[in-house]
């Protein structure tokens, strides 16, 4: 499924977060009851959002997941020209799953989502090299390149007090060293860092940062 502009979330969600809530809001109403992909779309909320994700979108994401054992068919043999009845087998919490056609994981973007955790679980101040420790995995490591990247990001658009500032980028160089602003942890999804250098903060649904041209 092709990643939707920023222009078109609305309520800072995208398709799949949005159907991924579909589905979890069908199983909370019945959990034996199962469903197709028309009637997920059919509980996407608002119908705005519904309007932008057209059926095929919503079932090429459910064959994702059920490729990834989030979904499993309610019967084992569905007949030819028959929609696939699906329950939900795993239920991995608010957040939708970032999962391939063929089931695997997507770690795009995982750095950027641990890094803003780790910045909004922090109380002091943190340097590049701290955060890209902090924040990496054994399956997402975040490099200092990375970290330095986000946090100037961040920086431009309002988010982070500087505590320190940093001194030179060569080897005798120190780096800034910056805090989050509480009044800008604005929720649990990063705030998104766009090829155009345009920043979207999906919790407050808008553009809070673009480059002067």
């Given at each position: 499924?092709?990643?939707?502009?920023?222009?078109?979330?609305?309520?800072?969600?995208?398709?799949?977060q949005s159907i991924w809530e579909?589905?979890?809001?069908?199983?909370?109403?019945?959990?034996?009851?199962?469903?197709?992909?028309?009637?997920?779309?059919?509980?996407?909320?608002?119908?705005?959002?519904?309007?932008?994700?057209?059926?095929?979108?919503?079932?090429?994401?459910?064959?994702?997941?059920?490729?990834?054992?989030?979904?499993?068919?309610?019967?084992?043999?569905?007949?030819?020209?028959?929609?696939?009845?699906?329950?939900?087998?795993?239920?991995?919490?608010?957040?939708?799953?970032?999962?391939?056609?063929?089931?695997?994981?997507?770690?795009?973007?995982?750095?950027?989502?641990?890094?803003?955790?780790?910045?909004?679980?922090?109380?002091?101040?943190?340097?590049?090299?701290?955060?890209?420790?902090?924040?990496?995995?054994?399956?997402?490591?975040?490099?200092?390149?990375?970290?330095?990247?986000?946090?100037?990001?961040?920086?431009?658009?309002?988010?982070?007090?500087?505590?320190?500032?940093?001194?030179?980028?060569?080897?005798?160089?120190?780096?800034?060293?910056?805090?989050?602003?509480?009044?800008?942890?604005?929720?649990?999804?990063?705030?998104?860092?766009?090829?155009?250098?345009?920043?979207?903060?999906?919790?407050?649904?808008?553009?809070?940062?673009?480059p002067r041209v």
């Amino acid at each position: 499924m092709p990643r939707k502009p920023v222009t078109e979330y609305i309520g800072g969600k995208g398709p799949r977060q949005s159907i991924w809530e579909a589905v979890r809001r069908l199983h909370a109403a019945n959990p034996d009851e199962p469903f197709d992909y028309l009637l997920v779309r059919a509980k996407i909320e608002p119908r705005e959002q519904r309007n932008l994700i057209s059926p095929s979108a919503v079932n090429d994401y459910l064959r994702s997941l059920a490729a990834a054992g989030y979904l499993r068919c309610a019967v084992e043999a569905v007949p030819r020209g028959t929609l696939a009845k699906l329950l939900l087998a795993q239920d991995a919490g608010v957040e939708a799953p970032r999962v391939r056609r063929n089931g695997e994981p997507v770690t795009q973007g995982l750095a950027q989502e641990q890094m803003w955790r780790t910045l909004r679980m922090l109380s002091g101040d943190i340097n590049a090299a701290e955060l890209a420790a902090y924040a990496s995995t054994p399956a997402v490591p975040v490099e200092l390149a990375t970290a330095r990247s986000y946090l100037a990001a961040l920086d431009r658009a309002g988010y982070l007090d500087t505590i320190v500032p940093g001194k030179g980028n060569g080897k005798g160089g120190t780096l800034a060293r910056l805090r989050l602003k509480r009044s800008r942890d604005t929720g649990p999804r990063p705030p998104m860092i766009c090829r155009t250098k345009v920043i979207y903060d999906p919790n407050e649904d808008r553009v809070v940062y673009m480059p002067r041209v």
